[in-house]
């Protein structure tokens, strides 16, 4: 009988008593705030970081997961006579987290040649709830003894289905982050101009811009209502700003309620503040390599 384990990264901003519920195994990004590291998810909740992040406007900083955190959890797999273990993460072309992941399964099959479990490294090219929505949705098919081939249909369609839209409401950590230059965070600040952020093959490029936080709300909400498939399935995320006015707009707009509503961790806050909106749905099918 097939025993499918699913695990992920802590940048999916899946809670850690959600995770266990549901089998999901964790591996914690390390964060550093001050002159202290703390691994996400295990040391504090997401609502605890808030509360953390320094007054000074100092950002703190994320690390990858190293390969060994991989390799570790590959040879527990194994142990545990796994039949398939599926290792999704973070966007690659932020974090060199995906590459661990692929480093360390290649070095567990160098010393395991022949071994039988099948090991799947999914490219998400994606952020937060982004990924740790369907991660739990694919960890539930699998207590429910869906066949792996039916879990990876799943993630390849939403991987390669996703589209993801934001703003940033405050750009002072996008400026100091370098996600966006200098000029255009004073500009933008003394504006009022609020940039809509598409995500696009793991690439954040600006989809349009809005003057003044109601408009830019407006505008996702515009852009959803324009591209989201005939399902209507959507995620929506948030940082620390209230984003009730938000969740009833895309409610009102979509007709639908979200499927989850979830509160962005650090590495979403690190690069782009914590005052954050934003929508992810499954639009037009693309050509993409999922499953490596």
Not at 111 to 127: H, L, Q, S
Request: proline share 4%; hydrophobic share 40%.
């Amino acid at each position: 009988m097939a025993k499918i384990r699913l695990v992920t990264d802590t940048a999916s901003d899946i809670d850690l008593k959600t995770a266990q519920k549901h089998g999901v195994v964790l591996i914690p990004m390390t964060v550093t705030i001050g002159q202290k590291e703390y691994k996400e998810a295990y040391d504090f909740t997401k609502d605890e970081f808030y509360g953390m992040l320094p007054e000074d406007g100092s950002i703190p900083s994320t690390a990858q997961v190293p390969p060994f955190a991989f390799l570790d959890e590959i040879k527990a797999a194994y142990k545990d006579d796994v039949t398939d273990l599926l290792i999704v993460t973070i966007n690659q072309k932020a974090s060199s987290t995906f590459n661990s992941a692929q480093l360390a399964r290649k070095m567990f099959l160098n010393d395991m040649p022949d071994c039988k479990m099948k090991i799947y490294v999914i490219n998400t090219m994606a952020y937060s709830a982004c990924y740790g929505y369907p991660v739990l949705q694919a960890a539930k098919m699998a207590n429910d003894n869906k066949p792996v081939e039916v879990i990876l249909n799943y993630l390849e369609d939403w991987f390669s289905r996703l589209e993801t839209y934001f703003t940033v409401f405050d750009l002072q950590y996008a400026k100091k982050s370098g996600r966006i230059g200098t000029a255009a965070a004073i500009a933008g600040e003394l504006l009022g101009i609020k940039p809509i952020m598409c995500l696009t093959r793991g690439d954040s490029v600006t989809y349009q811009k809005a003057r003044g936080i109601p408009k830019a709300m407006d505008a996702l909400c515009q852009v959803a209502k324009e591209r989201i498939g005939e399902d209507k399935q959507y995620v929506l995320f948030r940082g620390s700003n209230d984003s009730k006015d938000f969740t009833r707009q895309m409610k009102e707009n979509l007709k639908e309620k979200a499927l989850e509503n979830n509160l962005i961790g650090p590495c979403i806050v690190c690069n782009a503040g914590p005052q954050v909106v934003g929508i992810c749905f499954l639009g037009e099918k693309r050509e993409e390599e999922i499953i490596c």
